[in-house]
């Protein structure tokens, strides 16, 4: 596995433009299992977790062809009805073939997601919701086992906004005979983006991006074309990247709309912020001070951002707070940053960050793709040289990381690593 050698210091400036939204065209994907013919998706990013749910469809029986950032899906003429553990292990996104198997095929095994370095990954709001329409689900061998004789239509509460289990659900839904209404639904971009994807298919779906979906059951669903929306988490990184250096950069790519509270909380702590058509600038005149943060399922402070702001917030004046209400173990990175010279200290659900001057460069381990982020946001500004080992993770969501910092000036570069 490579590393990131970085030197410390460069202020990031010029503009850059993220990719594809991650979180939006893994599902996409997994919609198209449902498609009865070609489905073409456009601006897809080139990261591992595309390839690996590649693999996952591919394992399915399903055509792929990936270029330039245009994926072309065609449908198994045999298929075999199952993500296999191999995959689903590496990456737990691959549990949302679940609903779309069930619905289209009647049929599903899918490895039991494990958890993963940031918590539990629980999948029983996903299992329930596919129960109460009518699949008969179980779990043997590390495995769910699902079938259903056709889908029915329901009106069911989640008992908290979860995206996995919103999108399960509502993907399963475009296929049941009759209406399915999902109540505390998660509110995110990608679940709007994943619902304009099963409309174009000829799913009828009211509510999306709002806490109540209804949909109306189709008997097929056809393939569509379909480009994915910006990366609002990767755009929120490149906003911190230059933030932590004392930059000044446009990032492009994303709807402003996405980070609204994102943006705010950079405000506050000092950062001047534009939004406009052409994409988001970040500069920073003064010094960036500390500030209070709580990550709330969307529109509140994303969770996928909490690591990435943690390392900024190492580096401002005075003291922040930060609450993590969405993963029970998402402090990973507080220890690496620490070797960093950061003062951080957690206690459960809480971090208390206290600003120091400056950072100073050391061998560190991402453990985690957000993790990973933040220590190389971290190494940026940190005096002398950073090494980031185990970048398989970075890899995993982001795409041509090194390349877009160094297009900003950023001193940095991926080399075979000796560990
Ligand atoms: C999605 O994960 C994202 N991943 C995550 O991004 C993101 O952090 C998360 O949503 C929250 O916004 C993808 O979209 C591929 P959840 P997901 O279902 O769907 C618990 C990244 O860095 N839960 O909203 O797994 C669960 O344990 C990744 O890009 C249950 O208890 O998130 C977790 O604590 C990290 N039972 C919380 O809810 C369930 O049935 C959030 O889960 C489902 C979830």
């Excluded at 709002?210 to 990366?231: F, N, Q």
């Excluded at 509270?261 to 001070?289: L, N, Y």
């Amino acid at each position: 596995m490579d590393k990131y050698l970085i030197e410390g210091g460069p202020r990031l400036a010029g503009t850059v433009r993220a990719s594809g939204a991650k979180n939006s065209a893994l599902k996409l994907m997994a919609a198209a299992v449902m498609a009865e013919d070609a489905c073409l998706i456009h601006n897809v990013p080139d990261i591992m977790d595309v390839r690996i749910m590649m693999d996952v469809l591919a394992y399915i029986g399903m055509g792929v062809t990936f270029s330039g950032g245009d994926l072309e899906i065609t449908p198994a003429t045999a298929p075999r009805l199952e993500a296999p553990y191999h995959l689903v292990q590496k990456m737990r996104a691959a549990v949302e073939v679940l609903g779309p198997l069930i619905a289209r095929h009647g049929r599903a095994r899918v490895a039991m997601p494990g958890g993963c370095n940031i918590g539990a990954r629980q999948v029983d709001m996903h299992m329930k919701g596919l129960a109460l329409m009518g699949a008969r689900m179980g779990v043997s061998h590390g495995y769910i086992e699902a079938e259903a004789d056709g889908l029915s239509g329901t009106h069911l509460y989640l008992d908290f906004a979860s995206m996995g289990a919103t999108e399960n659900i509502m993907m399963a839904a475009v296929l049941a005979d009759g209406v399915t209404v999902v109540e505390n639904a998660a509110k995110e971009p990608e679940i709007a983006d994943l619902a304009a994807f099963l409309s174009g298919m000829g799913a009828r779906i009211e509510g999306a991006g709002t806490s109540t979906i209804e949909i109306e059951g189709s008997r097929t669903l056809s393939g569509v074309e379909h480009t994915v929306i910006g990366d609002r988490i990767e755009v929120g990184t490149l906003l911190l990247a230059a933030a932590i250096t004392r930059g000044e950069v446009l990032v492009e790519g994303a709807d402003p709309g996405h980070l609204e509270i994102f943006i705010e909380k950079m405000r506050e702590a000092g950062c001047e912020m534009r939004a406009d058509g052409r994409g988001i600038s970040v500069s920073v005149p003064r010094e960036v001070t500390g500030v209070e943060i709580s990550t709330l399922p969307y529109p509140g402070f994303p969770t996928d951002l909490q690591p990435q702001t943690l390392a900024v917030l190492a580096t401002a004046q005075g003291t922040s707070f930060i609450t993590e209400n969405i993963f029970d173990n998402r402090f990973m990175v507080v220890d690496e940053l620490n070797r960093l010279g950061a003062s951080i200290k957690t206690n459960d659900h809480h971090a208390i960050v206290r600003g120091v001057p400056r950072l100073s460069g050391a061998p560190v381990s991402a453990t985690d793709l957000r993790a990973g982020a933040a220590l190389v946001l971290a190494g940026l500004s940190a005096e002398g040289t950073t090494e980031v080992y185990d970048i398989g993770h970075i890899d995993r969501g982001y795409e041509r990381f090194e390349e877009k910092l160094a297009s900003l000036g950023a001193k940095i570069e991926r080399v075979p690593s000796e560990a």
